[in-house]
């Protein structure tokens, strides 16, 4: 069964302390993984496709990458609008045209 | 501004009543999507258009129905067959469905009371 897990469901850090978020995922085949930001109560905001292992994206604090198994998402010298809770998906190969395989997110809290 | 509108913001109902949430895209995107989003839980796909007057029923399709007469349209009525229709309800839009990234909605937040 296509699987997606983010960890860890929470994050803490204080302004200005990095650290990685994570997303594995179990597919036959991988189309593309997506990451997405979403704030309380709006819509998930897109942020990144990957597409390959070794593949990279990057935006202003964020950078995404790509493995065979799993995706991080970096988050360099993060300020506290960068608190959020980040989604991530996947699309299999020779999976429904429609559907996205989300995981549950990480809450990411950066206190300044 | 190309994007995509969702109305009501809030919407309340009565259990029995049938109620319709509004999807709009000025993106020109062919596909349309929706989903729910439950605490603690992956956003899960409600049903799916890929074109005008077709779509087709994602993981958790039973007690809606939707509709696709127009390009940037895709409302989506909640029956009163949903058991639990409490959430918050997302549309979304992709160029094509299955290759490339979706857009999101701001939401509507249904509240059965």
């Known amino acids: 069964e296509d699987q997606v897990t983010q960890s860890p469901e929470a994050l803490r850090l204080q302004e200005g302390e990095s650290s990685s978020l994570n997303c594995s995922y179990t597919?036959?085949?991988?189309?593309?993984l997506f990451w997405y930001r979403q704030d309380p109560g709006k819509g998930p905001e897109f942020l990144f496709t990957?597409?390959?292992a070794g593949e990279e994206k990057e935006k202003e604090r964020l950078k995404a990458t790509l493995t065979k198994k799993e995706s991080f998402l970096h988050i360099t010298a993060p300020k506290p609008e960068d608190s959020a809770t980040y989604l991530c998906?996947?699309?299999?190969?020779?999976?429904?045209?429609?559907?996205?395989?989300f995981g549950k997110g990480t809450k990411l809290s950066v206190k300044p | 501004d190309g994007g995509i509108t969702q109305s009501p913001k809030y919407l309340f109902r009565k259990e029995g009543q049938n109620v319709t949430l509004s999807c709009e895209q000025n993106?020109?995107?062919?596909?349309m999507y929706w989903y729910r989003q439950d605490p603690g839980q992956g956003l899960r796909l409600i049903y799916y258009?890929?074109?005008?007057?077709?779509?087709q029923k994602g993981d958790i399709a039973e007690g809606y129905s939707v509709s696709r007469e127009k390009k940037e349209s895709f409302p989506l009525t909640v029956t009163s067959a949903q058991k639990n229709p409490t959430a918050f309800y997302l549309c979304?839009?992709?160029?094509?469905?299955?290759?490339?990234?979706?857009?999101f909605g701001p939401g509507t937040r249904l509240t059965v009371l």
């Open positions: 979304a839009s992709s160029m094509r469905a299955g290759y490339n990234e979706q857009f």
């Open positions: 597919v036959s085949g991988l189309r593309g």
């Open positions: 990957l597409y390959s």
């Open positions: 998906a996947v699309q299999a190969v020779g999976g429904s045209q429609g559907n996205l395989i």
């Open positions: 993106l020109n995107h062919d596909a």
């Open positions: 258009s890929q074109i005008v007057n077709d779509f």
